[in-house]
């Protein structure tokens, strides 16, 4: 009979040598005879090692390295895991039910801010219902050690009981983003069952691994276009806006999370016990993961198909690689946005490979893929990709300076208040992309000194 999982297990896509991937280990430990876990979950703060670093890979390369360590220090009774930016840790249980494991963060990089929680997971049945079980818990310990990430001051205790301090802690909406947090890898039936191939991400079958990447940089691909993809709004969904810039309250996309807020008000309002809260969102999760395995799906596949290059699932909700041309890469992210219409959509940032270099490419790619974010939720073409080098028109310009302008006004707790550190950071890149009118209107935003300054 063939065993319903994968030993042994696939490497985890992204992380140095000897990492193996969450879902494979969990299916494993699931298929054994013990009857109860101690599951440990290590997240991760990536956003500001990214704002760090200036650079998402190095930043996401920086904190994987850590997880990396961190499992390696942990011991052989664990069996780590790992996907995105978190480290599983499972073993047969040997505490009491209320005993913490030791604290598995000494060997971590001091750089790296991360957060980790505790539970104990009673297991019973056949392998299938185990697995379920294991994957269920393992998005209630990632949603705590996301709450003790940001508070370290809370004491080190069940899972559950440091959920249940959630509605003290957070508003409605900020618990609605807990809730849609990502998971370990949701997929459904048995790892071995997933499609995922040889080379394929685990939890994305069909797309290619982020480390086929490493190959195509080694070959140091002389022509076409180095393209990011990144699913806009994924939280919250993109709104329609105005000529103004400002909002008109027509949902382009729903957000994962907002369809998690009643939920989530349910919590607040007490109505709700965590458990059962868990059970009920949990299905809800996983159904956004697949729907957003389908999208990165189909637009991975609308390049490889073309043969018009390759994209690797290399961040998280989005792809990176090479491309032959932008017409081919507009037809990719237009024909996955179709597929997910009203559900979610990506922008596509590229720059033209050459003399510069890989590494030059994939900066200003970057660049190019901030300018789709300013324009989201506007008819301009240039919302689903932009190619570094191709300045906007004075109708651009103006859309993606009057979002810039919002959230500076909005001030530096607003949602997406990240992009004007991308903006600062990309100053000069945005003096080349905008008419000067325009770019004498960014200049208050985004002076020379480097101190973001509020609109007006």
């Not at 269920?136 to 809370?154: H, K």
């Not at 990506?346 to 900066?363: M, Q, T, V, Y």
Request: charged residues 25%.
């Amino acid at each position: 009979m063939t065993p319903a999982y994968r030993w042994p297990p696939r490497h985890a896509p992204g992380f140095p040598p000897g990492c193996p991937d969450a879902g494979d280990v969990l299916a494993r430990f699931a298929a054994g005879g013990d009857r109860a876990a101690t599951l440990v979950v290590v997240t991760s703060g990536l956003r500001a090692r990214v704002e760090d670093s200036g650079d998402h890979e190095a930043g996401l390369d920086r904190v994987r390295r850590s997880l990396a360590a961190v499992g390696r220090a942990a011991g052989e009774v664990w069996r780590p895991g790992y996907y995105g930016k978190d480290l599983v840790l499972v073993r047969a249980a040997t505490d009491g039910p209320d005993e913490p494991p030791p604290a598995p963060l000494a060997a971590g990089d001091s750089g790296v801010r991360h957060g980790w929680a505790w539970e104990h997971v009673p297991l019973a049945g056949e392998a299938d219902g185990r697995r379920t079980d294991l994957l269920r818990a393992c998005y209630a310990v990632a949603m705590a050690a996301r709450l003790r990430r940001d508070r370290p001051e809370l004491p080190q205790r069940r899972a559950v009981d440091a959920l249940a301090r959630v509605p003290e802690l957070l508003s409605a909406r900020a618990t609605a983003s807990l809730l849609a947090g990502v998971l370990v890898r949701p997929l459904d039936g048995h790892p071995a069952q997933s499609g995922a191939a040889d080379g394929e991400d685990p939890r994305l079958p069909g797309v290619p691994s982020a480390d086929g990447l490493a190959a195509l940089a080694a070959a140091r691909p002389a022509g076409g276009l180095y393209a990011v993809t990144d699913v806009h709004d994924i939280e919250w969904g993109t709104t329609a806006r105005t000529t103004s810039g400002a909002d008109d309250d027509t949902k382009l996309t729903e957000g994962n999370a907002r369809e998690l807020l009643p939920l989530a008000e349910a919590w607040h309002a007490a109505r709700t016990p965590v458990d059962e809260l868990v059970r009920r969102a949990y299905p809800l999760r996983a159904r956004r993961e697949a729907l957003l395995a389908g999208h990165l799906r189909a637009l991975s596949d609308g390049v490889t198909v073309a043969g018009a290059g390759r994209l690797f699932a290399t961040l998280g909700d989005g792809l990176s690689g090479v491309v032959a041309d932008a017409d081919a890469l507009r037809a990719a992210v237009t024909g996955a946005n179709r597929w997910s219409a009203g559900r979610m959509h990506s922008g596509a940032g590229a720059a033209p490979l050459g003399g510069a270099g890989l590494d030059a490419a994939r900066r200003r790619a970057h660049f190019s893929l901030h300018v789709t974010k300013t324009l989201k939720g506007t008819e301009h073409g240039q919302r689903v990709l932009h190619v570094y080098g191709q300045p906007l028109d004075r109708d651009a310009a103006e859309a993606a300076v009057a979002f810039l302008t919002n959230l500076s006004a909005a001030g530096p707790g607003a949602p997406g208040a990240h992009h004007l550190s991308h903006a600062q950071r990309w100053r000069d890149d945005w003096r080349r992309h905008l008419p000067p009118p325009r770019f004498a209107c960014l200049e208050r935003l985004l002076p020379a000194t480097g101190r973001t300054l509020p609109a007006g």
